[in-house]
Nanobody, 125 residues
Framework: QVQLVESGGGLVQAGDSLRLSCAAS????????MGWFRQGPGKEREFVAG????????SYTDSVKGRFTISRDNAKNTLYLQMNSLRAEETAVYYC??????????????????WGQGTQVTVSS
């Protein structure tokens, strides 16, 4: 079992940057493939980025490629999402998630076993 707590959300203007963090406790963090998802108002939860256990592989949804960077520090039990050039349409609750079963990068929500409570990111235009 792992507990996930996101932080770093807030209100920013379009074009600004934010860095989200996800602190993990419980079972060894390095055992999990990790990911970030988001859910905007009236929208379904969508995959944003994922990272393998050793950080060797990452994956991003097309709309964030070149602007967002996912990373992890297994020694600190922490997952990050650096978000640059934010857009108004990226206003959403951002969730981190952990997968024990997928060994590389998990792209689908049903591949993740544990979820944080989410952090709100609001981008004003």
């Amino acid at each position: 079992q792992v507990q996930l707590v996101e932080s770093g959300g807030g209100l920013v203007q379009a074009g600004d940057s934010l860095r989200l963090s996800c602190a993990a406790s419980g079972r060894t963090f390095g055992s999990y493939t990790m990911g970030w998802f988001r859910q905007g108002p009236g929208k379904e939860r969508e995959f944003v980025a994922g990272i393998s256990r050793s950080s060797a592989r990452t994956s991003y949804t097309d709309s964030v490629k070149g602007r967002f960077t996912i990373s992890r520090d297994n020694a600190k039990n922490t997952l990050y999402l650096q978000m640059n050039s934010l857009r108004a349409e990226e206003t959403a609750v951002y969730y981190c998630a952990a997968s024990l079963t997928i060994s590389v990068v998990a792209l689908r929500a049903n591949e993740y076993d544990y979820w944080g409570q989410g952090t709100q990111v609001t981008v004003s235009s």
